[in-house]
């Protein structure tokens, strides 16, 4: 099979380098390194390896290329219904995890999936059950584990020792 030749201006090679360090989204960054790649004279097997896309779709990349240029990389409309969590809702997520819980003016100081999803109804308007947005956390690359409520900082410790003790005593019975 013989693979479609890609060929790049300058200006066209400068724009799709920007895309790559900098792209809207993963997928037009795949469809860009597959054309660049494609342009320095790769074949489509090494750079199947390198983006993990099909060979199919790099002849359809390099084809799209040929016929509409640099319009090739944006993706069509999708059907169905469109995403509920968007960009503000993601950037909210990351600003709520990166910052502590008494920074945003709570009381408590760890987050916890059901409170970090209050908060972010409360900020957003968009409300998602827990399970996605534990998905969602994990996607961003953070880790939200389920608090440990715990007094044993807060406690003097002599008064527990003894309330220990007397509750022992009042186990054992007369």
């Not at 008064?159 to 007397?166: F, L, P, S, V, W």
Request: hydrophobic share 35%.
């Amino acid at each position: 099979m013989r693979q479609l030749e890609v060929r790049l201006t300058s200006w066209q090679r400068r724009r799709l380098e920007q895309l790559r360090d900098h792209g809207p989204s993963p997928r037009i960054v795949r469809r860009v390194i597959c054309l660049l790649r494609s342009a320095a004279g790769e074949k489509a097997g090494t750079i199947a390896r390198v983006t993990g896309l099909g060979l199919d779709s790099i002849s359809n990349i390099r084809r799209r290329w040929r016929m509409r240029g640099m319009r090739s990389l944006i993706d069509r409309p999708r059907c169905g219904r469109p995403p509920r969590i968007t960009d503000r809702y993601r950037r909210e997520l990351r600003r709520a995890l990166r910052d502590d819980p008494p920074a945003l003016g709570y009381v408590f100081t760890v987050w916890s999936i059901a409170r970090l999803r209050t908060h972010l109804h409360k900020i957003t308007g968009i409300s998602v059950s827990c399970d996605w947005l534990r998905c969602l956390v994990h996607a961003e690359g953070f880790v939200v584990g389920r608090p440990k409520h715990t007094l044993k900082g807060k406690r003097n410790r002599q008064e527990y020792q003894a309330a220990r003790k007397r509750l022992q005593e009042l186990k054992k019975g007369p």
